[in-house]
């Protein structure tokens, strides 16, 4: 049942941009996915769902490269993929904002957008790399440049400290480091989950944006509420499975809930689409 549901819906999906089919993986004992088919197209933002525990983080990894899938293909496209390394994600355009940011706090949001990829100043490249002086103005150019983007609209200067900055302004340097690659898939696990509702909002402005900018979007959340603000579709997983697919425009909070913790019942957890 449930998953005739979900190739139903795939019929009025826009084209996939990324997707995989038939993934598992598991944790020694723990089989924590099942057999999953997931998908994102561009200029669409995929809600991911589910209860603690479902799955959600797992698959997130595994379409970053950052755990081997047990099984599975994997496709960009519509073209078969190899994916295995984190490397091979980003060369994929495949990019990944972790729960826990990974910005360095003591150095300035233009440093931090360039980390690993410092521009140096021209005359000086005879040095070994590390050795070479920093080309800081460039730095702050290519910052301005990727905040711009995102229209960021709270962030004063782009020589401010990250250790300054509010939570919203965090995640939004984190997705503009995402994006500031040649990126066309950009995931955010939980981006709102320890912002107020302000931050929350600035955050699901950047969500909005990189939508506009043609990215494919996976979103992880727990908030219904910002769910159904920025999702066109809504992926559901319950103990590493599939639920089903949901068009957002057709279906209920409420239903979500349900097919979260209960899955789909006799009646149907309502408009699987
Ligand atoms: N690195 C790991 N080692 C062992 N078990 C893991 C690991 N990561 C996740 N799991 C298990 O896999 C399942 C899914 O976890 P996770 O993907 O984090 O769920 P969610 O993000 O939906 O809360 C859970 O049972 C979790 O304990
Ligand atoms: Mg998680």
């Known amino acids: 049942m449930a998953s005739k549901t979900k190739l139903e819906g795939q019929n009025t999906a826009p084209p996939a941009h990324l997707a995989v089919r038939g993934i598992h993986k598991r944790f020694g004992g723990v089989h924590a996915l099942r057999d999953v088919d997931f998908e994102v197209a561009r200029g669409e933002v995929m809600a991911l769902v589910g209860d603690n525990g479902a799955g959600k983080s797992t698959l997130m990894k595994v379409l970053a490269g950052a755990y081997g899938a047990d099984e599975g293909a994997f496709f960009m496209d519509d073209k078969p993929v190899t994916l295995s390394s984190p490397n091979d994600a980003s060369g994929l355009g495949i990019q990944i904002v972790y729960q826990d940011l990974a910005l360095c706090e003591n150095l300035d949001v233009a440093a931090n957008l360039s980390l690993g990829d410092e521009p140096v100043k021209a005359g000086w490249r005879f040095l070994p790399r590390l050795l070479r002086p920093l080309d800081a103005l460039e730095m702050e150019v290519k910052a301005r440049e990727a905040i711009d983007k995102l229209q960021v609209r ?90 089903a697919t949901y068009t957002t425009a057709d279906t209920t909070p409420d239903a979500i809930v349900v097919a979260m913790t209960r899955g789909l019942d006799d009646e149907g957890a309502g408009n699987a689409a």
Do not use: C
């Open 154 to 243: 709270t962030l004063q200067s782009v020589r401010a400290k990250v250790e300054g900055l509010s939570g919203g302004q965090r995640q939004a340097i984190a997705i503009a480091r995402a994006v500031g690659t040649e990126s066309t898939v950009v995931m955010l696990d939980e981006p709102t989950a320890a912002l107020g509702v302000a931050q929350t909002r600035q955050v699901l402005e950047v969500v909005k944006r990189l939508r506009e900018t043609n990215h494919a979007v996976v979103y992880i959340s727990h908030n219904m509420r910002d769910i159904f603000e920025v999702a066109d579709r809504i992926t559901v997983l319950r103990h590493g499975g599939n639920v």
